[in-house]
């Protein structure tokens, strides 16, 4: 299923960004308490399963790039990510940072944005 390109543009789409196995959240998981981010830089000229991956930089408020077709002989590619990970690497970042919501009686938060995780 997760292969299948005959999915993509149908109501069954939405099965290909679900995490195969839980192996991956578990992981980040443990890494997020253990104040562990984790970035990734995905190449691939053949299929990864980009959904399952992601979810460690997903959990752990890291992030992911993904390079389909990666080739690097081709000058554009090469750019393209020697760019990318010098932005990254020369980036400012926060680390270990707490954020508490709290909300009136009555109120209840039922969404939250961004690459984090939510222990409570």
Not at 92 to 119: H, P, Q, S
Request: some cysteine; overall charge neutral.
């Amino acid at each position: 299923m997760r292969e299948d390109k005959k999915v993509l543009g149908t109501s069954k789409e939405n099965a290909l960004l679900q995490t195969s196995n839980s192996f991956y959240k578990s992981f980040a998981v443990e890494c997020s308490k253990n104040q562990v981010s984790i970035d990734m830089f995905l190449f691939s000229s053949q299929y990864q399963d980009v959904a399952s991956l992601s979810n460690l930089p997903r959990y752990t408020g890291g992030q992911t790039w993904f390079y389909p077709g990666w080739n690097a002989g081709r000058p554009e590619d090469a750019i393209k990510f020697a760019s990318e990970l010098s932005d990254h690497l020369s980036s400012e970042i926060g680390l270990e940072a707490v954020l508490r919501v709290r909300a009136t009686t009555g109120l209840r938060m039922n969404a939250f944005y961004g690459n984090f995780f939510n222990r409570s």
